[in-house]
């Protein structure tokens, strides 16, 4: 049986951080950001589920903490029926940073033509766009005829699970077609949602999505990538130093089946292709690299172990 | 009339209601409106694509002229004939100062202190009346600008076909997604119109708290 994972955000000072790194990468886990604040430092990472006290242990020596981060992993594409101001920045903005409490990497997304009642659409460009993550949230308003009656066009075409947020807190997602959790509480708002209550929701929302996710692996457990995606993302970083001169605030963001590369796909798709693993085969063996919808930077999708034959 | 002494929002939904009140609070909150508004009623019926707003303000200010805000005179100093100016409503320094610079200049006005500016001129006694009677500010102006924002930041989104109109002191708003009847824009006056005769009780006041299902307003 092979190594199983668990994802994890340390959290403490900039003095002796680089040991834990040393640790994390003997033990075999993989270091998937790591961002500088003056002096504090937040990691997240895979850790192997089996060694994962060790790197407890040396945190709590550096007065450090490990906490779980399940969403670790996990791109999220946060929806509002357009970018005006009935949707932001509250609530779309403070559910996008909600959810990257828990590790998630979001993308906010205003579709052109999804306002109201009557046009409420989303065109190709968008929905493609939308299947690139691992999930959507769409964040939805305060109606309840419009959420179950109307908005649900919104998610023709979206393959990937479907979380909704609106007002009503008597709903469920069974009553939404096309919806796979409902989450209530969260409609429109004019200001920051910092009342208990609407705290509250937040939390829930992020328990459901966790739940999701969590529903998402099992499934995917039972047939696997055929290379574990923060493992491509390391040879990746370490093969391709252009990576470094990528400005985007993450340069490389972990999916569930696959990695985003923040660079240009024509300069950049044959150096990822050729990325070797110790085993001998290329990446391009293992996974469709493709030209994605955001920027035109490199999509990596790792194809399941059934498709390929092996795991590695 | 009192500030905000009406505040009412219906909807088909009582819950929706109160997040559509909690949103306009946050609205005139956000623009400083509370102490213009005397009365207010909002109606959202989001089957029927319909939004209505009626406000009764209170008594807005008009025009400000300079001689408004100070107290003006002319003295002779230093060779040169000059406009005195007493600042007795600071509230317009900008709006004050900003027109003397842009006629005078900055060179010929001399603020002394924070309640005096001279003002260096050829004919100081003509020069009075001018200053005097010149318009700095149109409060009125700003309020029915801000009127509008207030409607358009809390009409539901996609209501894209609107009428506004400030009649006196009735400001009302209609907003739907479909072509506006005629007859709703009416129901709107008629509303300010009902709003302004209302008669003000402690349980009226009780029940403006919690808003209450909307009566749907009569079909055309």
Known sequence: ?312 | MEALEIFRVESTRESEAEIYRSIISDVISDLRLSGAIGRLRAVVIPEESRFALAVNLRDAESAITVGDTCTLDTTFENGHEIVRLSIEREKYMPELTTYLWDTYGRTKVDQINRWTIHVIVENAKAELETIRSHVIANPFLSLHSNMIELAVRSVPEGFRVRYHSLEGSDFIFAASEEMLEPAWIEECRKMAADLKTEEITAAGREKDKKPEKAEKMKEV
Do not use: W
């Not at chain 1, 293992?286 to 059934?306: C, G, H």
């Open chain 1, 1 to 312: 049986m092979g190594t199983v994972y668990e994802p994890y955000l340390y959290n403490g000072g900039v003095y002796k951080h680089g040991q834990i790194i040393e640790l994390l990468e003997d033990m075999g886990g993989y270091l998937v950001s790591k961002i500088v604040t003056v002096a504090e430092v937040n990691m997240d990472m895979v850790v192997p589920k089996d060694d994962a006290h060790l790197i407890d242990e040396m945190a709590k020596r550096f007065l450090g903490k490990m906490i779980p981060s399940p969403l670790t992993g996990v791109e999220i594409a946060v929806v509002s029926p357009t970018l005006a101001s009935q949707h932001l920045p509250h609530s779309a903005c403070d559910i996008a940073e909600s959810l990257r409490h828990p590790g998630a990497k979001t993308t906010m997304i205003g579709l052109a033509r999804g306002m109201g009642r009557r046009v409420s659409l989303n065109d190709d460009y968008e929905r493609r766009l939308i299947n690139e993550h691992d999930l959507a949230v769409f964040s939805l308003g305060t109606f309840r005829d419009c959420i179950v009656n109307k908005k649900s066009r919104l998610f023709e075409g979206i393959d990937v699970p479907i979380v909704v947020t609106g007002g009503p807190t008597d709903l469920t997602a069974d009553e939404i077609p096309g919806a796979d959790v409902y989450v209530g509480g969260l409609g429109r708002s004019a200001h920051r949602l910092r009342n208990p209550g609407e705290m509250s929701s937040l939390d829930d929302m992020n328990q459901k999505v966790c739940d999701l996710v969590g529903r998402m692996r099992e499934i995917q457990a039972k047939d696997p990538p055929a290379v574990l995606p923060a493992r491509a993302m390391k040879e990746i970083e370490d093969q391709v130093p252009e990576i470094a001169t990528s400005l985007a605030p993450s340069p490389m963001t972990l999916k569930l089946s696959g990695v985003r590369v923040k660079l240009n796909y024509d300069r950049y798709h044959e150096k990822i292709e050729n990325v070797e693993f110790d085993e001998g085969m290329k990446l391009s063996d293992l996974a469709d690299i493709t030209r994605s919808k955001m920027n035109d930077y490199i999509l990596v999708t790792i194809r399941p172990k059934s498709e390929v034959g092996y795991e590695i």
